[in-house]
């Protein structure tokens, strides 16, 4: 059930270059079910900025009521959302959209997570309730430089994980897909979200393993009802385009034409 | 004494709140959040007669207090929106206004004549202004001939009435409104949106794949005001207004200079609730202008 709700801002604290961390309290964190959704924040009651921003949610608390969204802060609308303080609410439209899978991994396997820049926020919800079901993981994290990297400590105390810098200023130097062809990891499935040309070398690299990717591209309203965000299919579906916002952002591997 | 009802030539409307078409698909999405029967009508998404796939991402960009968009009509055709889409809204209590689309009045007619016998179909609004595709739309609209003849085509078909959709991407807005009526058009529904563009700010290039897209939003209500204020002036069918409504304010502007009944468009993707949040606020909005009757309104800047 998706709910507009004003949330409460319990916490928000910047944790890396233009990166912030936001915690906001409501009813409408009880219907966050899966790891992957996202939320679709208006962040003035003005007409400037106007429309409503999609953030990622990162981690969810049920028993407090409260999750969490990771963002970069580097447009008029995500600037606004960073000066908000403690006990301001921010209007939310949510949860929205498909996540990603759990149940596709079980007890005992292991689950390969790559994250890109912001795509790197919704895997950690993700790792923690992989980890609630005893599936272990391997966290592959993408950044522009050491400036940006964030919640290096978070995944580490969950399992494995590998931080790869673009300039090299901190871990790998490269793409995460750079790091992959090093190290060649084992695993049952992979999990990913960040930008298109990371999802596309993900497919390719591993033609025959089980993946789910997360995309994003620019949204309207969010819930499936603009066809702002519309994507090409491929013959593994009979639909002719899905919808990031409601059919997506996650995906199986695959039906997105990259 | 329901004080917002609104007689229109084919639709009997419990109040004069209409969800835009291409701002609200076919409803489905929206009747998550409320039951549809609260709406004066609903102008469903364009239909033409094929599939449409519409045009490449980005189909969207933020403006100062509007957006840019040029989505392309995409929609599933008229056999599935006959199926399945218009079957689903036959359970809430609302009048459908079916928005056709075509590139030439041979399709026109054909979605024309077949969309107009569906049972909830009440009337037609013929997508003459849709600025995001090669062919047909915009052509038909900023012609004063083309506009009167695919008019006059399809309300030869047309079981319901027929409202035509302008484009304000003229020179003489009132000049094609005057050859709509003509044609034998039963009302207008204006504004569909502006031609814009947005560059990326680092690339120097449009933002949207498109190029162009069209602009709407609170940004544009004043032209569309203006606009509805000429045209109302200039024929004597009645007017459904839009162009930027978020507020029972703009509402009773857009009633002012003319309009007979209000679409709210981009208003829908900032706040779901924004249509009957409308029509709960319009009764005090009557109250404190002191008329009884949303109609007394209508025109009244022209008194």
Redesign the interface.
Known sequence: ??H?ERMKVVRQQQIAEDIFELTLTGQLVLDMKQPGQFVHL?VTDT??????RPISIASIDHELKEFTMIYRADGRGTKILSEKHLGEVVDV?GPLGHGFPVEEAEPGQTALLVGGGIGVPPLYQLSKELHAKGVRTIHVLGFQSANNVFYEKQFSELDETYIVTADGSQGTKGFVTDLLKGKAPTFDVFYSCGPTPMLSALEQAYPDKKGFLSFE????????????????TTAATDK??LKIC?DGPVFPRGVVKL | MNRLQVELPGLSLKNPIIPAS????FGQ??G??YDLSKLGAIMI?ATTLE?R??NP??????T????L?A?GL?NPGLEHVLAHELPWLEKYDVPIIANVAGTETADYVAVAEAISKAPNVHALELNISCPNVKCGGIQFGTDPKSASDLTAAVKAVSDVPVYVKLSPNVTNIAEIAKAVEAGGADGITMINTLIGMRLHPRTGKPIIANGTGGLS???VKPVAIRMVHEVSRNVNIPIIGMGGV?TAEDVIDFLSVGASAVAVG?A??????VCPNIIDALPQKLDELGYDKLTDVIGRSHR
């Open positions: 059930m998706i507009q208006r007409y400037e900025p106007l429309l409503r439209l591209e620019r949204m309207g309203c969010g819930i499936g009802a603009c066809f702002a965000c519309v994507c090409n002719e385009y409601s | 291409g701002c609200f698909g999405e929206y998550q959040f998404k599939t796939f519409g991402t980005p189909r969207v960009a933020e100062a207090a509007g957006m968009n989505i995409q939003g609170p940004a978020a981009t829908n993707f900032v706040d779901p609730f």
